[in-house]
C-alpha cells in the first residue's frame, strides 16, 4: 500500500501564508508527478499544483505568482508554499501522488485532506 501523510493547513487572515506538506510512503517502486488539488466549499475538486518527476511544474492560473510547489524525490515528499492567500483560496486540500508498486501500473492515491481557511 501507498500512505500519505499531509500536514500544514489551518486558518489564516487574507495576505498570509502557509505551507503544506505530502510525504508518501509504503510500497513504492516510481512516483511520477505529485501535486496538490483543492475543493473548495459547494465546487468540485481543482488542481492546484502539480510536479512532474523531471521537474516540470503546472499551476492552476489562480494560483500562479503565489503558490511554489516543490518536491524531495529523495524523501517523496512534496510542498506547497501559499503567500498571499486570499479567501477564495478557502478550501479543502488534497495531496495527489501518481506511482507504481511494481514499475508498470500507475496509480493515483490521495491524502486526507488538510483544510486552509482564509479569513477577510
Known amino acids: 500500500q501507498v500512505q500519505l501523510v499531509e500536514s500544514g493547513g489551518g486558518l489564516v487572515q487574507a495576505g498570509g501564508s502557509l505551507r503544506l506538506s505530502c510525504a508518501a510512503s509504503g510500497s513504492i517502486f516510481r512516483i511520477s508527478t505529485m501535486g496538490w488539488y483543492r475543493r473548495p466549499p459547494g465546487k468540485q475538486r481543482e488542481l492546484a499544483a502539480v510536479?512532474?518527476?523531471?521537474?516540470?511544474?503546472n499551476y492552476a492560473d489562480s494560483v500562479k505568482g503565489r503558490f511554489t510547489l516543490s518536491r524531495d524525490n529523495a524523501k517523496n515528499t512534496v510542498f506547497l508554499q501559499m503567500n498571499s492567500l486570499k479567501p477564495e483560496d478557502t478550501a479543502v486540500y488534497y495531496c495527489?501522488?501518481?506511482?507504481?508498486?511494481?514499475?508498470?501500473?500507475?496509480?493515483?492515491?490521495w491524502g486526507q485532506g488538510t483544510q486552509v481557511t482564509v479569513s477577510s
Open positions: 510536479v512532474t518527476s523531471t521537474g516540470t511544474i
Open positions: 495527489n501522488v501518481r506511482a507504481t508498486r511494481s514499475g508498470s501500473l500507475y496509480n493515483d492515491y
